[in-house]
């Protein structure tokens, strides 16, 4: 199976911050990446997927980056709603998620 | 509306078995396949594997392949999860969950708490 390394596994951050979260994968994995955010109590929900397109209703301010092994996703402009954990997800081959990133007020 | 509605909780001893059900609604049972994801608590997102809902053909992931089984009872569009000789390790939140359009999970069940304790 690919393992996905998410880093890091939590993060702090004032509203108005830019976040930045990295997923390597244990190989090429052709820019199939998604990125999912979950709350507490609820399933996850995607927020951008193959790389850098935005599902439909996710904010401008959640971009991502990437290619080969190595991928990005931040969040510009924190804001309280963005609160969550964020996963990554890689589905080239199969599907494996990364350790996910707790992402917290300072 | 599409919904995948699963059994409740379970609290189990190390050593026995169960079986959980996610009860598919609001489509075509078959034609999607059927994925199942862990999250013991507070941690993070594993994904199981998957069952071909055409054929009954399961995929595990290299983490699930001992004492995992996945199953189906199509005419009841109804998938399962069998966990035989339980761990304290299993104690998590099961889901079952399904694409849609370029969603590799699209849609989730309620999840179902398995606790194994002695």
């Known amino acids: 199976d690919i393992q996905m390394t998410q880093s890091p596994p939590s993060l702090s951050a004032s509203l108005g911050d830019k976040v930045t979260i990295t997923c390597q994968a244990s190989?090429?994995?052709?820019?199939?990446i998604a990125w999912y955010q979950q709350k507490p109590g609820k399933a996850p929900r995607l927020l951008i997927r193959?790389?850098?397109t935005l599902e439909s209703g996710t904010p401008s301010r959640f971009s991502g980056s990437g290619s080969g092994r190595d991928y990005s996703f931040s969040i510009s402009n924190v804001e309280s709603e963005d609160i969550a954990s964020y996963y990554c997800?890689?589905?080239?081959?199969?599907?494996?998620f990364g350790g996910g990133t707790k992402l917290e007020l300072k | 509306q599409i919904q995948l509605v699963q059994s409740g909780p379970e609290l189990k001893k190390p050593g026995e078995s169960l079986k959980i059900s996610c009860k598919a609604s609001?489509?075509?049972?078959?034609?999607?396949?059927m994925q199942w994801v862990k999250q013991a608590p507070g941690k993070g997102l594993q994904y199981m594997g998957w069952?071909?809902?055409?054929?009954?053909?399961?995929t595990y992931a290299d983490d699930f392949k001992e004492r995992f089984v996945f199953s189906l009872e199509t005419s009841a569009s109804t998938a399962y999860l069998q966990i035989n000789n339980l761990k304290n390790e299993d104690t998590a939140t099961y889901f079952c969950?399904?694409?849609?359009?370029?969603?590799?999970?699209?849609?989730w069940g309620q999840g179902t708490l398995v606790t194994v304790s002695s």
């Open positions: 069952i071909n809902t055409q054929t009954g053909k399961p």
């Open positions: 609001g489509y075509t049972f078959t034609d999607y396949a």
């Open positions: 190989q090429n994995i052709n820019k199939y």
């Open positions: 969950a399904r694409r849609g359009g370029y969603n590799p999970f699209a849609y």
């Open positions: 997800l890689q589905y080239d081959n199969l599907r494996t």
């Open positions: 193959y790389t850098s």
